[in-house]
């Protein structure tokens, strides 16, 4: 039975493409079922069986169902580990490399996400619904991405990647708020530090991530520089098209 993952389109910019984007890397076929956030099925006791918090994304592989895009993640890089993208989760048998991965991962999340997540939030999310943005908070957001980011500019010149030499899930796990950076008009906190820039530029070129995007609202399908002035911005209708179909490995659509 082919994998299935229960998302919607107003999530895919996030959650939903980081489990995506994962299935990719590993040459995992899926089908993607909508659900409606706007007509709250994900509240509907069919779906809170299956993520008693009423949240997308969540995952069924016949049977086994997942939520939590970040362990959904992980599940795919562990079961699959034999196929696609090698190593995007360490040998469990190397113990250091193991935790510097863990270090990289949590890194992301406190370092990154919680900061990119804020100014999405404000510049992004609450503007778009009619609502005053922040100053104050899009404010103390970039004045703590700057500071982090600093850092990384510093790892990723000596490693290639945050874990080392190797691409993990800590990585690619960056694209989603990466991405969205460029939408808010703040794409500088990464092309202005040249070893972070070359760094996320290598994560947006990868199959998995070109696969996955929409091209339309690209002016040069494949086009780093294209993605980094558009950004991500995925149209209802492009996940109306994934809707109806099984994704059949890395690169295909």
């Known amino acids: 039975m082919v994998l299935k993952l229960y998302a919607a389109p107003q999530s895919t910019a996030s959650e939903s493409l980081r489990v995506a984007q994962v299935l990719h890397e590993k040459n995992v076929p899926f089908e993607f079922i909508p659900i409606d956030l706007r007509a709250k099925e994900q509240k509907q006791a069919q779906h809170t ?121 800590a990585d690619l796990y960056h694209i989603p708020f990466g991405t969205r950076l460029y939408r808010a008009g703040l794409g500088d906190l990464i092309d202005s530090r040249p070893n972070v820039a070359k760094w996320f530029n290598a994560l947006l070129s990868r199959p998995s991530w070109v696969a996955i995007k929409d091209p339309r609202l690209l002016q040069e399908e494949g086009s780093v520089e294209t993605e980094r002035r558009h950004s991500l911005h995925f149209s209802m209708s492009a996940w109306e098209y994934l809707c109806n179909c099984v994704i059949q490995g890395q690169g295909s659509v």
């Open 49 to 169: 069986e299956k993520n008693p918090f009423g949240q997308v994304p969540y995952i069924d592989d016949d049977g086994f169902v997942l939520y939590e895009s970040r362990a959904i993640g992980r599940y795919i890089a562990l079961k699959c580990a034999g196929q696609g993208t090698a190593g995007l989760i360490p040998d469990q048998s190397d113990i250091k490399a193991l935790a510097l991965f863990e270090q990289a991962a949590s890194s992301e999340f406190a370092n990154f996400e919680i900061h990119a997540a804020k100014i999405a939030y404000e510049k992004l999310f609450k503007v778009r619904l009619g609502f005053p943005m922040n100053e104050e908070v899009v404010k103390g957001a970039i004045d703590q991405l700057n500071v982090k980011l600093d850092v990384y500019e510093g790892i990723l010149g000596k490693q290639a990647y945050l874990a080392g030499s190797e691409l993990t899930l």
